[in-house]
């Protein structure tokens, strides 16, 4: 059972590119939810997806930022024009329920913009 | 609201104890973790507690849990060189969902 698939791993775009990271999370799991870890900061939630549904966006920027989970295929997460300060990685984890206790992390995407 | 704090290094030597230390303020905790991070890579899950109890123990790991000082360690006895990383305390807070609050990490150096 291949743990929460996360890629590009490594992602380079110029100012006002779109940048697109995508994670498929472990085989079974309904709920994702995405994190990004400023330079030496934690981890801050930006979005909750189950399947189809947004469920909580409330740490998602207003502008650029958006975040699908299709029927079928990976999550996505969309920054639209990037700039300098989107710079970060970014961390998915997926679980079964919002009862289950464990939510397992992808490898992150580590975004540079230049 | 919600806010969890931990220390930003901590340094042992090599067959000590390590105590990591972590405040949160939200009393709807539900679950507390902890999680180690490696140069480069991702989050790995180290350990858990329900917030209804106040200690857990596994092989090298002990967790113990204050909630009425909302205070939270992490225990790793007999460190190795191995656990030398970022370690991440974080809470899922009652009808939330799964989201966790993370604490801003603590970086354990373990020197020979």
Known sequence: ?????????????????????????????????WYRQLPEEGLKFMVYLQKENIIDESGMPKERFSAEFPKEGPSILRIQQVVRGDSAAYFCASSPGTGNTEAFFGQGTRLTVV | GEDVEQSLFLSVREGDSSVINCTYTDSSSTYLYWYKQEPGAGLQLLTYIFSNMDMKQDQRLTVLLNKK???LSLRIADTQTGDSAIYFCAESIYNQGGKLIFGQGTELSVKP
């Open chain 2, 69 to 71: 000082d909302k205070h």
């Open chain 1, 1 to 33: 059972n291949a743990g929460v698939m996360q890629n590009p791993r490594h992602l380079v775009r110029r100012r006002g590119q779109e940048a697109r990271l995508r994670c498929s999370p472990m085989k079974g799991h309904s709920h994702v939810y």
